[in-house]
Nanobody, 122 residues
Framework: QKHLRESGGGPVRTGESLQLACVAH????????IGWYRQAPGKERELVSD???????NYGDFVQGRFTISRDSAENTVYLQMNNPKIDDTGVYYC????????????????WGQGTQVTVSS
């Protein structure tokens, strides 16, 4: 059983919206920081946004209010709502579990999802 499973990627045009979903293993969802990362061709993987178990959110500077991360405890799911995406937002989006006990510090990724492709066009 995969610990993290992403869905919702696909083609989208600038000015439209897209929602990504990450279903996490129950323990990871309740104990870890769940985040969305992305990797564009030829670039390093970077943090898009993450959310703690108590709902505290964190965003990359490039988001600039366009994306919203949220969590649904009933479904063990973390969502990334992408509004008004830009062409530069194209890439593979990965879900990750970070700072899982006993390593309660950011930068300790315990698991990655398989990734979902987001392609933004004009």
């Amino acid at each position: 059983q995969k610990h993290l499973r992403e869905s919702g990627g696909g083609p989208v045009r600038t000015g439209e919206s897209l929602q990504l979903a990450c279903v996490a293993h129950e323990l990871m969802f309740s104990k870890c920081i769940i985040g969305w990362y992305r990797q564009a061709p030829g670039k390093e993987r970077e943090l898009v946004s993450d959310i703690t178990s108590d709902g505290t959110t964190n965003y990359g500077d490039f988001v600039q209010g366009r994306f919203t991360i949220s969590r649904d405890s009933a479904e063990n799911t973390v969502y990334l709502q992408m509004n008004n995406p830009k062409i530069d937002d194209t890439g593979v989006y990965y879900c990750a579990a970070d700072a899982c006990p006993p390593l309660d510090r950011r930068g300790n990724i315990a698991a990655w999802g398989q990734g979902t492709q987001v392609t933004v066009s004009s």
